[in-house]
């Protein structure tokens, strides 16, 4: 997954130093990525390698602990848009370790299975709670966050309609 | 993605060689997984050295070309039946490279990705219909496999109703 153009994007956009950069793109893609700052830090470390954005110690912290701060190079604004136009883009594959074990399970399973489907539709119902509450803030999302986060609500309510049957296709069982 | 346990699961159900074991896999998690066969080779050279599975020259090739086949050690179907039941699985993070762009373009990138979405919605119909087609074959999938079936289903169905959304919103801006 491209994360590093994502950084490129923000760093683009405004400069920042690394855990302002994590706090940015995790409020921009929203939880479903389930970003953790150990992703950003080596894309933001390739990016510098390659040449698409420079560091220098910014304003922003003190002279004790100096901030380093991220910018973009010519040749990084010019990738950014090269990714951002980019036609080849296929959906990514439909996986889930569920579902493998739900293909190879047998009857004797079905009390595990219902247990790791209850497991799911919990992490599922929170996350819709949270998307909800993202909604609903003052600073909701807007524009192309706003249907990313579309794109997970629908998919969460999906899931949710899912699972409800399954349950009840293993309760017959 | 635990590849390496479905593998062993099938190597479980039927001993069986290299291709057979892809075919009979791609068979039984669908489509949507996008499977090659050069992710389940290294998935058996794995459990093989792991000690899970067994490999010997089978009877099903000829004399000159014989196929090695597969079959489970005991500690293989242990590992399997701890897999099955395992209770911590969490749902995968839900990530895709369209929504890191759509979080990130401007209106100058409209029709870029416009293209990307309509792109995203052929290959997502064509899955679909590929689902309807298996679910009329003779062999049409049961149990397990078309309860994940179902899910891919739905899932479909969920990002086909976005990209019209999302599409319809892009046109407005």
Do not use: I, N
């Amino acid at each position: 997954m491209p994360l590093k153009h994502a950084v490129l994007a923000l760093v683009a956009e405004r400069r920042g130093y690394g855990y302002d950069l994590v706090q940015r793109l995790e409020r921009r893609v929203g939880p479903a990525w389930r970003l953790s700052p150990s992703a950003v830090y080596p894309a933001l470390d390739q990016l510098e390698r390659d040449g698409l954005v420079t560091s220098a110690a910014g304003r922003c912290g003190t002279r004790r602990s100096p901030r380093v701060a991220y910018a973009p190079t010519p040749a990084g604004l010019t990738a950014l848009e090269a990714w951002l136009v980019t036609a080849g883009a296929t959906p990514e594959p439909m996986r889930a370790e569920l579902h493998l074990r739900l293909a190879f399970a047998h009857a004797r399973h079905g009390d595990a299975l219902a247990a790791q489907l209850a497991a799911h539709e919990r992490a599922w119902r929170e996350l819709l709670a949270r998307y909800g509450r993202r909604a609903r803030e003052p600073e909701a999302p807007r524009g192309g966050t706003a249907l990313v986060d579309a794109a997970v609500v629908a998919r969460l309510h999906a899931e949710l309609a899912w699972v409800a049957q399954a349950r009840a296709t293993l309760a017959d069982a």
